[in-house]
């Protein structure tokens, strides 16, 4: 054996490869390309939904949270430890629903497997042969306390687990997203610090998302290891029928329990009290509400012939002269 057999490899910091920023989001400012990182909040904060909501929105393409653009859309492949198959099925419908999507036709595949231990290397083995077999953008695991038997205090002990996948992630171009329980009373501060177990868990990301529910308010913190993050922003789940819902995005200043039936009507009061046709923008701004949510009321306000749409612009019609 040479001396230059037990040199490390290196090369001078000029001659490093840029980064492509072409290739740096899988989710635009919300989860970074081939990242691996933790989506982490107390019980009951929609972690299960988020995960679910970034899976729909990296299969179809479309906007994640209706905001963030999906730079690197492709399958996905879910693992969803505490929630039965009809449980999950329902939950995409009404992400898909409110899109406008059929679930059928979306590449998002479902491990079925009842327990999932990659803390062992046998599971360790047969998830591996499984994402290279798929080749999934995004592999979302549900939850971590679910997927190992070992004490998540024990720095070495979780550091191994995190290590496969790190080692899954580089080897195969994956994303890889771990749903992670908070404590429930948490400290305050950073959130990545009040997850439970080791630090290992928050040090590990390249993306984090926290999730925190506070005096009835649910907020999203973003964390990215080399980008900087948006302002934390507040989240909603809004039902749909047959219990079906799906997450939005709360805007500023708009009443989050405004019905349909009222929103309509401070619609058509508003058109009224103009007395000339208003646009979209404008419209927004008087009723502080959420963009894709006021062109659906004006979709069906002008289906019914409540109010009537020229180019870019609605007004209440004028009522015709009876001779």
Not at 166 to 192: E, F
Not at 284 to 312: C, F, P, Q, S, Y
Request: glycine share 8%; hydrophobic share 40%.
């Amino acid at each position: 054996m040479s001396d230059d057999d037990d040199v490390l490899p290196f090369v001078r910091a000029a001659h490093l490869a840029d980064a492509d920023e072409t290739e740096q989001w899988l989710v635009h400012s919300l989860w970074g390309r081939a990242a691996v990182g933790i989506l982490g909040g107390a019980p009951k904060c929609c972690k299960s939904w988020l995960a679910l909501e970034l899976a729909v929105s990296v299969a179809s393409g479309k906007p994640c949270l209706s905001r963030f653009a999906v730079e690197d859309p492709g399958s996905v492949m879910l693992y969803m430890a505490e929630d039965s198959a009809a449980i999950v099925k329902a939950r995409l419908l009404g992400l898909c629903s409110h899109r406008g999507l059929g679930l059928g036709s979306l590449p998002i595949d479902v491990i079925t497997a009842p327990t999932v231990r990659i803390d062992r290397a046998r599971d360790q083995d047969r998830l591996t042969r499984t994402v290279r077999r798929v080749a999934p953008r995004l592999l979302v695991l549900d939850p971590f306390v679910r997927l190992h038997r070992i004490d998540e205090n024990d720095a070495g002990q979780v550091s191994a687990v995190l290590g496969y996948l790190r080692a899954l992630q580089r080897d195969l171009d994956v994303a890889v997203l771990v749903v992670h329980h908070a404590r429930k009373n948490g400290s305050g501060g950073q959130a990545g610090q009040n997850l439970r177990g080791s630090g290992d868990l928050h040090a590990w990301g390249d993306s984090n998302l926290y999730l925190r529910r506070q005096q009835g308010t649910l907020t999203l913190s973003i964390e990215h290891r080399a980008a900087a993050a948006p302002e934390p922003f507040a989240l909603r789940l809004v039902p749909l029928h047959d219990g079906e819902a799906y997450l939005d995005l709360v805007v500023p200043g708009e009443v989050s329990d405004r019905g349909t039936d009222e929103l309509e009507h401070l619609i058509v009061s508003t058109l009224a009290a103009a007395g000339e046709p208003l646009g979209r923008s404008v419209l927004r701004d008087k009723l502080r509400v959420r963009n894709e949510r006021l062109g659906e009321a004006l979709t069906r306000l002008v289906a019914m012939g409540t109010i009537a749409r020229a180019g870019d612009r609605w007004s209440v019609p004028v009522p015709t002269p009876t001779p």
